[in-house]
């Protein structure tokens, strides 16, 4: 690690080869891990990855949800894991039950129709997925954020971070950044894309001029190609969740119902609203960063960067047909 501080950088010109070199200078940003009592053990082995890996240097605070009261064990045994600030929000009911406009039979049936889709089954899994969707970004706990990165139990950060990934979205006007993109079942959102165009439709002013919508669709707008970022990893904006534009659109999907009469995840909403709302320049691919959700690696395949890491670069997810990640680099720039 290079430790001499340099004002001369320019982020313009940001290299993962050739990260910048270490400065004090911090973002308002930290870690967003919505997660179980029940999943401690799980998550301790990836905060000692995420701080080993990264935030040992950086020491951001991190905010823990759940829908239920963390235990005593819990906050003990995450707090003395990481460097930076921890603190624990319990999540509002309201957030993490049925709006009053669901038919909750007509859920339940969802739920035995779907029960051979993954979580297709599950009522804890969909109030996730809406909670994610919908609400996380508006915990008062992240008033204190500019920017947010998610973090999951299990997860694996397998090489060294060697720059700060918030000052990079913060210095180059960044909105979202992901590391691992592929295609959703269809299964689970059949009537996503036909409300999203719906909401178009009543909402042209909110769709930017120099959008991505090109990125989720192979045949100009009829179909979803399920194209999505998978946001069990994400940094973003937190300011850009709480604007007109996305709450308009949550708002929108939430009154739709999918939610609970399909089984919608916040991968695909959050990737449409990428795709209505941000421009090409606005979203960062962190190719560099590795990271493992099962079954799925990011892994960098630049060879300069192997030392600092322990994935195969052979077994990243953008290698193959699962990915949507090479179709995303193609796009052109709007500018
Ligand atoms: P998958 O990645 O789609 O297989 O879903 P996960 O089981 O990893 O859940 C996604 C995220 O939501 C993870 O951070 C979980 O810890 C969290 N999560 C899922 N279900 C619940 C729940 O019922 N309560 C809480 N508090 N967190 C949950
Ligand atoms: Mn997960």
Not at 15 to 28: C, F, G, I, M
Not at 247 to 255: A, N, R, S, V
Not at 280 to 302: L, M, Q, R, S, T
């Amino acid at each position: 690690f290079t430790t001499d501080g340099d004002a001369s950088y320019s982020y313009a010109n940001f290299d993962p080869l050739h990260p910048p070199p270490y400065t004090e200078e911090r973002a308002k940003a930290g870690f967003v891990i919505l997660t179980r009592n029940s999943d401690l053990h799980d998550l301790r082995a990836t905060l000692r990855q995420l701080e080993d890996r990264f935030n040992r240097r950086y020491n951001y605070p991190y905010v823990f949800l759940n829908n239920e009261p963390f235990t005593e064990e819990f906050k003990k045994l995450t707090t003395s894991l990481v460097s930076g600030n921890t603190s624990y929000g319990l999540i509002p009911h309201e957030h993490w039950s049925y709006p009053s406009w669901i038919d909750t039979n007509k859920a339940a049936e969802t739920r035995v129709r779907m029960k051979d889709i993954i979580y297709g089954d599950s009522e804890s899994y969909r109030f996730m997925c809406r909670y994610e969707s919908g609400f996380f970004f508006r915990h008062p706990l992240l008033d204190q954020f500019d920017y947010y990165w998610r973090v999951e139990p299990s997860v694996e950060f397998s090489c060294d971070i060697r720059y700060d990934p918030f000052l990079l979205m913060q210095k180059r006007g960044l909105k979202y950044g992901f590391t691992i993109s592929l295609l959703e079942f269809e299964e689970t959102v059949p009537t996503l894309w036909k409300t999203t165009r719906d909401f178009m439709k009543e909402h042209p002013e909110l769709v930017a001029q120099s959008n991505t919508l090109a990125w989720v669709t192979d045949d100009n707008g009829e179909r979803y190609n399920m194209c999505h970022f998978w946001s069990n990893f994400e940094i973003a904006s937190v300011k850009w969740l709480r604007s007109e534009q996305y709450m308009t659109y949550f708002d929108y999907l939430d009154k739709a119902g999918g939610f609970f009469y399909e089984r919608w995840g916040d991968a695909p909403v959050h990737s449409l609203a990428v795709a209505m709302f941000l421009k090409k320049e606005e979203v960062h691919w962190f190719e560099d960063i590795g990271y493992y959700h099962g079954p799925f690696y990011n892994c960098p395949n630049a060879k300069a960067l192997s030392p600092y890491c322990h994935c195969n670069p052979a077994d990243s997810v953008h290698l193959t047909g699962h990915s949507c990640t090479r179709q995303w680099l193609v796009l052109p720039d709007s500018a």
